[in-house]
């Protein structure tokens, strides 16, 4: 058993915000935190992916960045490739893809190098909780500590064992948020929402999250897209104000051509 004060002082990480290049947003009280898991939610093609790795990415846009494990079970390799080189470039993706058809991959090969160096990638297609645990041990074995922040793309891609799905996605997020406490990491897990909200083009609350997982996560953001505006909604937040109807929104200016968010 633990005082108070001497469990604060034995995860003194916990809490902290990892690195963001969105300032409104972390402006807004949507830090996502080490020590916790954080929820992003949006209908297919809104850019979810884009947003979680331009977070893992950019860090707080001025070069200054957290160590990253990405567990990316969703996308391909070549997608989150050509996405690094754009988020990097700032270059379409259609253009980078040329590049590298006329030209070989050498010279992105270098750019995606530098800009993703405190980046590791797992791109198994069906993760299940021994894996994860042995790729952290792994990570933390080379690196002498565990990353700063963990990347789940997407939840329901890890494979907790189960044939029902709603069930398998609770105890997805209760593994994830187990991680992130014991090992002060900030976790940070995709998911889908509900059919009649995957247009992408409505705010998208709360309850419009696909599964039983809202309980457990410290942070739910839910994603939106209207014209050249990324939408973000903080519908949960233990740390600060949050609007579970998703009306209220941090607007991000979006170009998902060139992979580029800013705000």
């Not at 990097?88 to 270098?110: F, K, N, V, W, Y």
């Not at 565990?146 to 997020?173: C, Q, T």
Request: charged share 20%; aromatic share 6%; glycine share 10%.
């Amino acid at each position: 058993m633990l005082r108070v004060s001497q469990g604060r002082a034995k995860n003194t990480g916990s809490g902290l915000p990892i690195r963001m290049p969105f300032t409104s947003l972390a402006a807004a009280k949507g830090a996502i935190r080490r020590g916790g898991l954080t929820l992003i939610a949006a209908g297919p093609g809104t850019g979810k992916s884009v947003f979680a790795q331009t977070i893992a990415q950019k860090g707080d846009g001025n070069g200054n960045v957290d160590s990253v494990l990405y567990f990316s079970a969703d996308s391909s390799a070549f997608d989150i490739y050509i996405r690094a080189a754009a988020i990097a470039t700032g270059r379409t993706m259609e253009s980078l893809e040329q590049e590298i058809e006329e030209h070989g991959p050498s010279r992105i090969d270098a750019i995606v190098d530098k800009a993703t160096a405190h980046m590791w990638m797992s791109f198994r297609t069906d993760p299940t909780e021994e894996y994860v645990v042995a790729q952290l041990r792994a990570y933390a074995e080379v690196h002498g500590a565990y990353p700063d922040l963990v990347v789940m793309d997407n939840l329901k891609n890890l494979d907790v064992g189960g044939e029902d799905e709603f069930r398998a996605l609770e105890e997805a997020s209760v593994f994830l948020s187990g991680i992130a406490k014991a090992a002060n990491i900030a976790v940070v897990a995709l998911q889908h929402v509900r059919g009649d909200l995957e247009s992408g083009r409505e705010p998208i609350p709360l309850s419009g999250i696909r599964g039983k997982v809202t309980k457990t996560p410290q942070l739910i953001l839910t994603l939106y897209r209207g014209n050249d505006l990324l939408h973000v909604a903080i519908v949960k937040n233990r740390g600060g104000k949050a609007d579970p109807t998703g009306m209220t929104t941090v607007p991000l200016y979006a170009d998902l051509s060139r992979m580029f968010i800013q705000g």
